[in-house]
């Protein structure tokens, strides 16, 4: 398979990336709309972070997001919790470069990530929790394919209110199939 689109590139996590997504990790803007880590995040928080996400046993799979044109480290895409028996794993994704939003990279990425995941990983299903109000993200995944399969009500606590997460999941199957479903 292609690590790369008309749009992005996609590499290995490197750990001189942990300056850049530091600040991402600190930002409401993309920390709210992912479910991230609330409290204020170190650089030497992030550098043990990648310490854990970059060691060769664990079960995470994460991508750094290269803009093609520039080769700027501009997201990071990731398989967590992948389990080999049941064929299945946890998808995330930040463009955390709020310049390069909206230009399509995202769409790119979950596209490689669902070609990574169903096709070198031969998982069965891949599922993602996103908030109820990052309406961007669940427009994505679901012209993407996957299904809203149910709401953890009031999960997620920010801003003083507890708020709906959607559980979101796309079989392969239905991937292969090219989304012929058009079931929302
Ligand atoms: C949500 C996020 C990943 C989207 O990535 P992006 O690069 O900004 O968005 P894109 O330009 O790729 O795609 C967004 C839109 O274009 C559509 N799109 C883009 N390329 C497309 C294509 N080739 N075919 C069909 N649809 C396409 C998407 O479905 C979506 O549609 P809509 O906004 O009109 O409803 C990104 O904005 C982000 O990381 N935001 C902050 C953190 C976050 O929300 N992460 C998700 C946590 S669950």
Redesign the pocket.
């Known amino acids: 398979m292609k690590y790369e689109t008309n749009v992005i590139k996609l590499r290995a996590l490197r750990k001189e990336d942990s300056a850049v997504s530091c600040a991402w990790r600190n930002d409401p803007a ?1 920390r709210d ?2 479910l991230g880590y609330r409290y204020p995040v170190t650089t030497a928080m992030e550098e043990s972070w990648y310490m854990r996400a970059m060691a060769p046993d664990n079960k995470d799979v994460y991508f750094a997001i290269e803009d093609k044109q520039s080769s700027t480290f501009i ?1 990071i895409a990731s398989l967590v919790g992948v389990d080999l028996i049941s064929a299945n794993a946890c998808f995330g ?3 955390g470069d709020k310049q390069h ?7 790119d990425a979950v596209q490689f990530m669902l070609d990574y995941g169903f096709n070198m990983l031969r998982l069965h299903r891949i599922y ?1 929790h ?1 908030p109820a109000y ?1 309406e ?2 669940i ?2 995944y679901s ?1 993407a394919g996957f299904k809203i399969e149910g709401v953890m009500r009031e999960h997620f606590f920010l801003d003083g209110r507890h708020h709906d997460v959607n559980v979101m999941a796309l079989l392969k199957p239905s991937w292969v199939a090219g989304m012929k479903d058009p079931t929302p």
């Open positions: 993309v709309f992912a997201g994704i930040i463009i939003q909206g230009g399509g990279r995202g769409w993602l996103v990052n961007r993200a427009s994505l012209k």
